[in-house]
């Protein structure tokens, strides 16, 4: 939770983060000695990459989750069709078909 919320922080504080650090920059007399701008910027410049980054992953997973729920409606009506037509073969009485029917529906209906 604490890193939830300071995450949010640092989404929510960037302009102003962004703007102190061009105000230091722009009078560096007023930054105490052991706190160096070169360290500040390399944070700046930092966190600017990850947050690219992060928002392109996040169009990337979008992508993924969109194309997997898309797969597995495909790929469901597959499996029915092919339990349609295991079911027939059964009714036909080929051999073993029953048993892969029976197989089929219990997978189907998540039962072990």
Not at 43 to 69: C, P, Y
Not at 85 to 112: F, Q, Y
């Amino acid at each position: 939770k604490e890193k939830k919320n300071a995450g949010q922080y640092a989404h929510d504080k960037y302009a102003f983060r962004k703007f102190a650090f061009e105000m230091a920059q722009a009078n560096p007399h007023l930054l105490p000695p052991a706190e160096p701008l070169q360290e500040w910027e390399s944070d700046i410049t930092l966190f600017d990459t990850l947050r690219l980054i992060s928002q392109d992953l996040k169009v990337l997973n979008e992508a993924i989750s969109d194309t997997l729920f898309a797969l597995g409606i495909e790929s469901h009506k597959h499996a029915i069709h092919f339990l349609f037509m295991a079911r027939l073969a059964a009714r036909s009485n080929i051999a073993g078909m029953d048993s892969v029917v029976e197989r089929l529906e219990t997978a189907l209906h998540g039962k072990s």
